[in-house]
């Protein structure tokens, strides 16, 4: 059993502050057809391509710091500056960690990483304003560095390998080796899995390497949407997801949620439910797309400003 999807239908069928509405589904469904929206390619842009081996260290870095981008008081928020533009969230952090590896910093080495020091991480990140939990960032490169060197070589790519071509197995692998990786919640007596990071990792590799290489996998239809707080956001928007009046209110005044409270894995679950009913509702009408390339496209839409009337949920966590 492949736990992610599972669980999330568990919640969704349980659910008292998030539903799915399913003809807002289908309706959006019909006209992401009729407009022909296309899965993004791969932006190079932004991300290192480089030596094979190299790529494959320099993702499972930065899907290892891949969370939590929202300033967490009234500060200005973490962004850099890159092409003449301000660049702040995911952008951002993948150009930093871009230019690092292009200036020498040896961030695609195990050894730098285990012994990597505060100062040094917000030296090779740069920018301005401030990026939450810091601190909990450079524990979790230490931690990949040290589980690198004991049980991998040292090589990231060693630990993509030993997936055997599954990207099921890699995300079960980084969960199951790494702590930051175990994206595990409880809903009502039953555990609940998201492997949010996890699985953005066996997705990012099918993307950067084109699905081959490094990013072949056999698997890699059932990965699941990845449960953040930009998805529900969008999906809102749209009018597929519904909040209760109490966590309507709470989400649009940004109060926090707690992490692992049942609405906050309401709305993570709903949104990995929601993306599979978009992928079948898209399959019937001969549309035939995979729930992670679904999520890329969503995303992408919640970068527009309209997207953006309404606030994200705000949750304090490493894990998305």
């Not at 990792?201 to 390497?209: H, N, P």
């Not at 309401?266 to 992670?292: H, P, S, Y």
């Not at 309209?306 to 894990?319: A, G, S």
Request: a neutral charge; aromatic letters at 12%.
């Amino acid at each position: 059993m492949w736990e992610v999807p599972e669980t999330a239908i568990h919640v969704a069928d349980n659910s008292q502050q998030v539903r799915i509405d399913k003809q807002a589904l289908v309706r959006f469904s019909r006209k992401w057809l009729a407009d022909g929206s296309q899965v993004p390619s791969w932006d190079r842009r932004y991300h290192f391509c480089g030596n094979s081996e190299d790529t494959v260290s320099y993702l499972l870095v930065l899907d290892s710091l891949n969370f939590c981008f929202w300033p967490l008081s009234a500060g200005a928020k973490w962004e850099i500056e890159y092409e003449s533009r301000r660049l702040s969230g995911y952008y951002a952090l993948a150009v930093s960690l871009k230019q690092a590896v292009q200036s020498g910093i040896p961030i695609t080495k195990a050894e730098y990483l285990a012994e990597l020091s505060l100062g040094q991480l917000k030296q090779l990140l740069g920018g301005r304003g401030e990026l939450p939990l810091i601190e909990h960032r450079r524990q979790i490169l230490n931690e990949l560095g040290q589980v690198l060197l004991r049980e991998y070589e040292g090589q990231a790519h060693k630990l993509v390998e030993a997936a055997e071509r599954s990207a099921i197995r890699l995300a079960l692998l980084l969960a199951e080796k790494l702590v930051s990786f175990q994206d595990v919640a409880e809903y009502l007596g039953h555990k609940v899995f998201f492997y949010k990071r996890a699985q953005i990792f066996a997705a990012d590799l099918y993307g950067a390497f084109n699905g081959q290489n490094w990013g072949r996998f056999t698997d890699i239809h059932k990965l699941t949407a990845f449960a953040d707080y930009k998805l529900p956001q969008v999906l809102r928007h749209l009018g597929i997801l519904h909040y209760e009046r109490a966590l309507a209110q709470k989400v649009d005044q940004k109060i926090l949620l707690e992490a692992g409270s049942p609405e906050e894995v309401e709305i993570r679950a709903n949104t990995i439910r929601a993306v599979e009913l978009i992928r079948q509702e898209l399959d019937r009408m001969g549309k035939g797309l995979r729930a992670f390339e679904i999520d890329w496209m969503l995303w992408n839409l919640g970068q527009d400003a309209v997207f953006k009337v309404k606030p994200y949920h705000r949750t304090l966590t490493i894990f998305y």
